[in-house]
């Protein structure tokens, strides 16, 4: 686990910085911790007394970030919770109002690599894919004991996939499935694609996911609580990773514009090809922010 902590590469870092405005002195929460290298980021930017919140509902990943702070670590303040109820987290720990925010809606390294939670289909792991283990729903569960429309739904809504119906057949005929090997082989066998830039079972991963932390159903909770602990001019930054989270993104920020936020940037911000090349999973990171005020008409 050291190893995938190490290795952690924090997505627009640069960019992030500059989109939050971090200022030193400030107060910003980092609502996906993970591996802690936006929040150290931040940290040396906001010197000498800037503080970050970081919240992450997977308590190992949290762990790590801590232990990778260093001289910075009382300044970091760490919260075990999902930023669905970021305002209530902030309060309890007297960390309102903040300067900025941001939701950083990747995965991280550890969680891929070193998490034995069957996140990648190229590892053989227990089907479990929960951020928070507190929680009690796995993916095995969900695999095994949905019904084949229920389990369609899931895999065409929350992976836009198109074979959603043939997918989710073969894998109540293949029950049970609990392992992260034995479902991917049992998608690979029924895609029957020949030439893709992606892995049959990307999508279908993605779906179990979303739909075993609510990741969608948090997010847009996440969004609507951050409004009540932003200072007037702070900033919400939000990266996502696949269309789904950025259309709510984009929807929230179109919808909130002229009534508590202002978009500002009109078109989504991009991993430079440089960072693409350094860091593969940066490749579909697509960031949008906006700027907090009560007297915006």
Not at 120 to 130: A, I, V
């Amino acid at each position: 686990m050291q190893k995938a902590c190490s290795t952690h590469i924090p997505v627009l870092l640069n960019e992030v910085l500059e989109a939050l405005n971090v200022q030193p002195g400030g107060r910003y929460i980092d609502a996906t911790t993970g591996g802690g290298g936006h929040s150290i980021g931040i940290l040396e930017r906001s010197d000498p007394n800037g503080r970050v919140l970081g919240i992450d509902a997977d308590p190992t990943a949290l762990e790590l970030a801590e232990k990778r702070m260093g001289s910075r670590r009382n300044r970091f303040q760490p919260v075990h919770g999902n930023f669905s109820t970021i305002s209530d987290l902030s309060n309890t720990f007297q960390f309102s109002p903040v300067e900025g925010i941001l939701m950083d809606l990747g995965l991280s390294s550890l969680q891929l690599e070193a998490s034995n939670r069957g996140f990648s289909f190229l590892r053989d792991e227990p089907l479990d894919m929960r951020f928070d283990p507190t929680t009690e729903r796995t993916a095995e569960s969900l695999i095994n004991e949905t019904s084949l429309s229920e389990l369609a739904s899931i895999v065409r809504d929350f992976g836009e996939e198109p074979r959603a119906n043939r997918i989710a057949s073969s894998i109540v005929q293949s029950r049970p499935v609990n392992t992260s090997a034995q479902l991917a082989y049992i998608i690979k066998r029924t895609s029957r694609t020949r030439y893709s830039k992606l892995h049959p079972a990307t999508k279908v991963f993605q779906a179990l996911r979303i739909a075993v932390n609510e990741e969608l159903i948090n997010l847009k909770k996440g969004l609507e609580s951050a409004a009540s602990i932003l200072t007037e001019g702070g900033r919400l930054v939000v990266i996502a990773y696949h269309s789904l989270e950025d259309r709510i993104v984009k929807e929230f920020f179109n919808s909130r514009n002229g009534n508590g936020f202002t978009p500002l940037s009109r078109k989504v911000i991009k991993p430079s090809r440089e960072e693409v090349l350094s860091n593969r999973r940066s490749r579909s990171a697509r960031l949008r922010c906006a700027e907090f005020s009560l007297l915006v008409n």
